[in-house]
């Protein structure tokens, strides 16, 4: 089944556990509603999983629209009322984008529902 994460065609509660693993980032608009659309159809007692790759140094390429800000606005959009970060290059440093270098951090956020 292919769909759009910001309208996921399934019911309230439908899933046990929602994997979003760097998705986030690539969308240009509406990654908030595609967070949320991911928790709603999380069933009680299930988990989500996001994973967010972010720039933290270097430029963007032109699918890739997250820098720190965008991650934060994304966790507080959730509920999340505070945002510990860790941020470590990757293996081996900085990895070339296009021919310039670029720092990355993921960001891991799991969301349970009681």
Do not use: N, W, Y
Request: proline residues 7%; aromatic residues 6%; contains cysteine.
């Amino acid at each position: 089944m292919a769909g759009d994460v910001r309208g996921i065609p399934f019911p309230d509660g439908f899933f046990d556990r929602v994997l979003c693993i760097s998705t986030l980032e690539h969308i240009r608009e509406g990654r908030e509603q595609a967070a949320r659309e991911c928790l709603r159809v999380t069933a009680p007692g299930g988990c989500t999983l996001f994973s967010m790759d972010c720039i933290i140094e270097g430029s963007r390429p032109d699918d890739f629209f997250m820098g720190m800000p965008e991650v934060v606005s994304v966790l507080s959009a959730l509920g999340l009322s505070r945002v510990d970060s860790h941020a470590s290059p990757p293996v081996g440093g900085l990895v070339q984008v296009g021919g310039e270098p670029i720092r990355l951090c993921v960001m891991l956020a799991k969301i349970c529902k009681e």
